[in-house]
């Protein structure tokens, strides 16, 4: 669709505002709403760190819910294709999607590649400054092609897969994260405390259920 299609579009289109704010939410629900997006390259633990922070918390009664990169890939995001137009799209989706699971009053755990500045800077843009906590995950190349859990670097390698971040495609380090670990050097245990000191002091300081 061309820009003038859009444009045409958005002329005949008028936002909706709803009695319920996201604040009155938030207090229902007794905590801020925010979105943690990980990034890392593929095997660098995101996957598994998303799970122990939903869990971590689910037990202290605040209302988390993950995106992860494949499964919207086989859902929402089933139309895309891997080209850089292709991802561009996927990461505004999603952060589309993280904006309203925060209006609602919502947790997000964003867990995605998303090697591209430009797309990360668009996603913080779209769910807004003030609720995107960046979270890198620095594991080195070498531990992330070692672990190859999925197979997936060894297909990258011998050609199957094209356009693979970190093999035949660039990673770019954030240049800001908010919170930055290590799993080839840090456990999950440890990674987990870095982040929730983190949220605890920016974050969830004010939330009524930590208590508990």
């Known amino acids: 669709m061309n820009n003038t299609n859009t444009m045409n579009l958005a002329a005949n289109l008028f936002q909706?505002?709803?009695s319920v704010s996201r604040k009155?939410?938030?207090?229902?629900n007794g905590h801020a709403s925010f979105t943690i997006w990980l990034t890392g390259f593929s095997g660098s633990g995101k996957s598994t760190l998303a799970?122990?922070?939903d869990?971590?918390?689910?037990?202290?009664?605040v209302r988390s819910y993950i995106t992860d990169g494949d499964n919207t890939r086989l859902h929402l995001n089933s139309?895309?294709?891997f080209s850089r137009q292709g991802r561009k799209e996927n990461i505004r989706r999603v952060a589309e999607v993280a904006k309203?699971?925060?209006d609602a009053g919502i947790v997000v755990i964003s867990s995605f590649i998303s090697p591209f500045e430009e797309d990360r800077i668009a996603a913080k843009a779209i769910v807004g400054a003030e609720n995107y906590i960046e979270l890198y995950l620095s594991t080195p190349i070498e531990k992330c092609v070692a672990?190859?859990?999925k197979g997936l670097y060894q297909k990258a390698i011998n050609g199957e897969i094209k356009d693979f971040t970190g093999i035949n495609s660039p990673y770019e380090v954030p240049a800001n994260p908010h919170i930055t670990v290590d799993t080839s050097v840090d456990t999950i245990e440890t990674s987990l405390k870095i982040i929730t000191d983190w949220l605890?002091?920016?974050?969830?300081?004010?939330?009524k259920h930590l208590t508990l």
């Open 55 to 61: 869990k971590w918390f689910y037990e202290r009664q």
């Open 100 to 102: 309203l699971f925060n």
């Open 24 to 28: 009155e939410r938030e207090e229902l």
């Open 79 to 81: 139309d895309l294709d």
């Open 16 to 18: 909706q505002n709803y």
């Open 147 to 149: 672990r190859d859990a």
């Open 51 to 53: 799970a122990a922070l």
């Open 200 to 207: 605890l002091q920016n974050k969830l300081q004010d939330s």
